[in-house]
């Protein structure tokens, strides 16, 4: 089975412009969660997102959107870009929505978006 | 507030030694506790979860709520053992909670 995949891998922006992150989940998952990860603040949750409905959002700024398609394909925005979004973007899919129950379903992490605001 | 916390930015060993890593949790209920491994230029990836009280490469990890730890423990390091660890607490959502995670050297 092919894995959690990201596209692009590596993307250079400067401040003020806006940024579509993609991530592809495993066959069959249908939630998927973004994460952003600094070496200050380490792995944060941004949001996660079950049959194209966002379930869970983190504590970031509104210029932080996302949405998922009805293929569990999921894109993140970024919009008015700015130094402190430069990070490692990652996405991990899971089998199924689990939010409120008692099993987890394991997260699966894909290689990350690399973005780097100039 | 849901927090975790991981003390160690950097632990550095020799082979053979016997190596913890510590986790401190903050959570008003009852959560769930993982361990994340993420070697170099790999993906994150899950090691345990206290749930399954198991061992996995040899490392373990038990759950203390009294002292809210979550402490990964392996009593002979290997090289290979050498990565980013992360610790992560989930409440009662799919959300992770990362710790700022602990790097691992294991010197030959």
């Known amino acids: 089975k092919a894995g959690v995949t990201q596209t692009p891998r590596y993307l250079i922006k400067t401040r003020g412009q806006q940024v579509t992150l993609s991530c592809s989940p495993i066959?069959?998952?249908?939630?998927v969660s973004w994460y952003q990860q600094t070496p200050g603040q380490g792995l944060q949750f941004l949001f996660e997102y079950f049959s194209e409905t966002q379930r869970n959002k983190g504590n970031f700024p509104g210029r932080f959107s996302g949405r998922q398609f009805s293929n569990s394909r999921s894109e993140m925005n970024v919009s008015t870009l700015e130094l402190g979004d430069s990070a490692l973007y990652l996405c991990?899919?899971?089998?199924?929505?689990?939010?409120?129950?008692?099993?987890?379903?394991?997260?699966?992490f894909g290689p990350g978006t690399r973005l780097t605001v100039l | 507030a849901q927090r975790v916390t991981q003390p160690e930015k950097l632990l550095s060993v020799f082979k053979g030694a016997p190596v913890e890593l510590k986790c401190n949790y903050s959570?008003?209920?009852?959560?769930?506790l993982f361990w994340y491994v993420q070697y170099s230029r790999q993906r994150l990836q899950l090691l345990l979860r206290?749930?399954s009280r198991e061992s996995i490469k040899g490392f373990t990890a038990d759950l203390n709520k009294g002292e809210t730890s979550f402490h990964l423990k392996k009593p002979f390091a290997q090289e290979e053992d050498s990565a980013m660890y992360y610790c992560a607490l989930r409440g009662n959502t799919d959300k992770l909670i990362f710790g700022t995670g602990t790097r691992l050297q294991v010197f030959p």
């Open positions: 066959s069959g998952h249908r939630s």
């Open positions: 206290h749930i």
């Open positions: 959570y008003s209920g009852s959560p769930e």
């Open positions: 991990a899919s899971s089998l199924a929505g689990a939010s409120g129950g008692l099993k987890y379903n394991e997260q699966f």
